[in-house]
């Protein structure tokens, strides 16, 4: 992508105070689109500098997550280091933060405050369980909210405890939930809303529970209680990882009664296919084990790779299980280039994560990795909001930067 590629978010102004992941995640979405981000760290810097594997003194995570936004530093807590915040604000069209309810509200930086300085700002506030409820004091991580927004109880193997996931998981769905509801804000200012901007509450577990589907309507109606099922759905059969003769792993999923019937086919059990009961999804579930062993026992018999290609032939879903070395071998992703590589000065040419979602004609791109504590104050401060080297200089001395 050329230095002419236009960017669908150009000139819109973004203030990032948040940490870890779920708010940083609906800034770096935005980033890589054009918005001109501006991480406000503590001077001490977001944990997320220190998490990880390093490349020198560069975390991998921080080089990801805060890619093209730039760094300044503050402590919000202290009245001038709120006092600048609300002039960096005075003409943001974004502000994401993640303290616990009224801590903003104490230092003087609540919605009242800043929508009086600015009232088009979009206000996003990402905390484990909301602004308001009997929870919404309480400490929020993903992992908690994986757990109560009911993901964790229908997650891994009947005989054993709920499995959480073994990524932020809670948090980037937070993160992409809160992205899309900047958008229909910055649209509803500008279409319809006069050019006044909102409040946005973001809580981790109810992206993840909205996700759970007629769960909450099963209950209510029936009430059904799902349990762990391990690989199996009571939608989909077949559904399970198969290991093949080579100990490769490939996951296999029959979405529709013709897929299935083509695999049961396939593998030698027509038969099946064939049962009056096998058109039925509910019908075809209860006869699960029977159908996953027919499954499991022919792909034990064959490589990956004869399995592929039968599968391939027979209009049959499967693919392999992939680790990552598997995904920087694979021709889809290469195709795709969904890895791309960057020429960073500090840690030189790192392969990461492309750019995502695809817009034909404004991609988004990656400028930079993510910048050094602070890189950014001198240019902001004195050369953006207008403070004098002196004024900087004392709040440099005095810590609040």
Known sequence: MGADTPSPLAGLKVVDCATLFAGPVVASLMADYGADVLKVEHP???PVRYMGPRDGDVSL?????????????????DPRGADVLKR??????????????????????????????????VIVRTTGFGQTGPYASRPGFGTLAEAISGFAHINGWPDKPPSLPPLALGDHIAGLTGCFAVMFALWWREHGGDGA????????????????????????????????????????????????????????????????????TLVGREDLA???????????????????????????????????AAFAEAEGAIAPVY?????????QYRAREAITEFDDPRIGKLKLQNVIPRLDRTPGTIEHLGPDLGEHNEQVYVEELGLTPQQYAALKEQKVV
């Open 88 to 121: 960096l604000l005075r003409d943001a069209d974004v502000f994401i933060e993640n303290f616990r309810p009224g801590t903003l509200e104490r230092w003087g930086l609540g919605p009242d405050v800043l929508h009086e300085l600015n009232p088009g700002l």
């Open 61 to 77: 995570w921080w080089a990801v997550l805060a890619r093209n936004k730039r760094s300044v530093t503050l402590k919000l807590s």
């Open 44 to 46: 001490r810097g977001d």
């Open 274 to 308: 064939n049962a009056p009961w096998f058109q039925d999804t509910t019908a075809r579930a209860e006869h699960a084990d029977e159908i996953d062993e027919a499954v499991r026992a022919w792909i034990a018999e064959r490589t990956l790779e004869e399995t592929l």
């Open 197 to 264: 901007g909102q409040v946005i509450d973001v809580s981790i577990f109810e992206p993840l529970f909205w996700m759970l589907g007629p769960t909450a309507a099963a209950y209510d109606r029936f009430g059904i209680v799902p349990e762990r099922v391990g690989n199996s759905s009571p939608l989909l059969t077949p559904r399970n990882t198969y290991r093949s003769s080579d100990g490769r792993w490939l996951a296999l999923s029959a979405s529709s009664p013709s897929i299935a019937h083509r695999v049961m």
């Open 323 to 331: 680790s990552i070395a598997d995904i920087f071998e694979d021709p």
